[in-house]
């Protein structure tokens, strides 16, 4: 069965630093995805993407933050210069007729 | 307006008992109504998904009931086993436009289901 895919699981970086989060959605969707949820919180929405650019991002999306599908297969999330609290897990999702199928996650880790 | 409200925040059930989480909405944009469920350590895994032009749907032990008046959604979960132990987490998005897959996700529920 096609799933989502994440890379790396866990990333530790330091403030500052920069990061890429990678994922592979599923072949055949053409909506994307990100979303974060910081420990013991609710999942919440950071950007969409289609058709190469974005949809819509939340006010969490500041200039920090970028995306970015540089071919066929891969979406990425990029933060500029990490802050304490990035510090979450960031889920990839993919979307075909309304159905969202998340990725297995980053989690993020800024110290 | 945007928010998804969801109780209780944690729910303990004996085995073969009925797990109900309630939510609420506001946003009459909303058009799609997920229930995802969550493993320590995972992604949310789409669980069942119902539109408001229905009032009810559902897929084996798990029911969808669907108040459009009320702007209230529920899940059940019939005969909980213990391995239903998970976090549960309503959620909407829009029918479409530049928000199309946008999910708001409720504050999530803690299910144990006891043996």
């Known amino acids: 069965e096609p799933e989502v895919t994440q890379t790396p699981s866990h990333q530790v970086t330091q403030m500052g630093q920069e990061v890429i989060l990678r994922c592979v959605p599923i072949?055949?969707?053409?909506?994307f995805y990100w979303y974060r949820q910081i420990l013991g919180q609710k999942v919440e929405f950071l950007v969409s993407f289609y058709n190469n650019e974005i949809s819509e991002k939340s006010e969490i999306f500041d200039d920090q933050f970028s995306v970015e599908r540089p071919d066929g297969s891969n979406f990425t999330l990029k933060i500029r210069s990490t802050k304490l609290e990035d510090s979450a897990m960031y889920f990839c999702?993919?979307?075909?007729?309304?159905?969202?199928?998340f990725g297995p996650g980053t989690r993020l880790t800024v110290l | 307006q945007q928010q998804v409200k969801q109780s209780p925040q944690s729910l303990i059930v004996q085995k073969g008992g009925i797990s109900i989480i309630n939510c609420a909405y506001e946003?009459?944009?909303?058009?799609?109504f997920p229930w995802y469920q969550q493993f320590p350590g995972k992604g949310p895994a789409l669980l069942i998904a119902?539109?408001?032009?229905?009032s009810e749907k559902k897929e084996g032990r798990f029911t969808i009931s669907f108040n459009k008046s009320a702007k209230q959604f529920s899940l059940h979960i019939m005969d909980s086993q213990p391995g239903d132990s998970a976090t549960y987490f309503c959620?909407?998005?829009?029918?479409?436009?530049?928000?199309?897959?946008?999910?708001?996700f409720g504050q999530g529920t803690i299910l144990t289901v006891h043996p």
């Open positions: 119902i539109r408001p032009d229905v």
């Open positions: 946003n009459t944009a909303f058009d799609y």
């Open positions: 999702a993919s979307l075909l007729y309304n159905e969202q199928f």
């Open positions: 959620a909407a998005n829009p029918a479409g436009g530049t928000s199309y897959g946008k999910l708001t």
């Open positions: 072949s055949n969707h053409l909506y």
